[in-house]
C-alpha cells in the first residue's frame, strides 16, 4: 500500500528569506507559525536552513494524515503569522509533498 493510500503525506516548504531580515526575527515568526499549526493539526514541524546558505530555509512536517485539513491549516496559519514578509522579493514558498515508496 502505498504512503498516499495510508494517509501518511510528508510535506516539504521551502523558500529564500529576505537579506535583510533579522535572523532571530525571521526565525521568530516562522517557529511561531509552526506552534499555531501544530496546536491546531497536531503536526509538529521542524526548520532548518541550508548548510551552505542561511538564507534558504525548509520546514518539514512528516506523517500527516490528513492533508487537505493540514494544507487549509497550513494556508491559515502562514496568513496570520505573514511569514509571506519574510520571504526574499520575487521567491515563494513552495511546497512539495511525498510518500513513502509502495
Not at 528569506?17 to 517557529?31: G, K, L, N, Q, S
Not at 519574510?86 to 512539495?96: D, K, L, N, Q, Y
Request: glycine share 6%; net charge negative.
Amino acid at each position: 500500500m502505498s504512503g498516499e493510500a495510508s494517509g501518511c503525506v510528508h510535506y516539504f516548504v521551502y523558500y529564500r528569506v529576505r537579506a535583510d531580515a533579522e535572523h532571530e526575527d525571521a526565525e521568530a515568526t516562522v517557529r511561531a507559525m509552526q506552534a499555531a499549526l501544530e496546536q491546531r493539526t497536531g503536526v509538529a514541524g521542524r526548520l532548518m536552513e541550508r548548510r551552505d546558505d542561511a538564507v534558504t530555509w525548509m520546514e518539514v512536517y512528516e506523517g500527516v494524515t490528513d492533508p487537505d485539513g493540514f494544507e487549509a491549516a497550513l494556508r491559515i496559519e502562514a496568513d496570520a503569522h505573514r511569514v509571506a514578509s519574510i520571504v526574499e522579493s520575487g521567491f515563494a514558498r513552495h511546497t512539495e509533498r511525498f510518500v513513502e515508496c509502495a
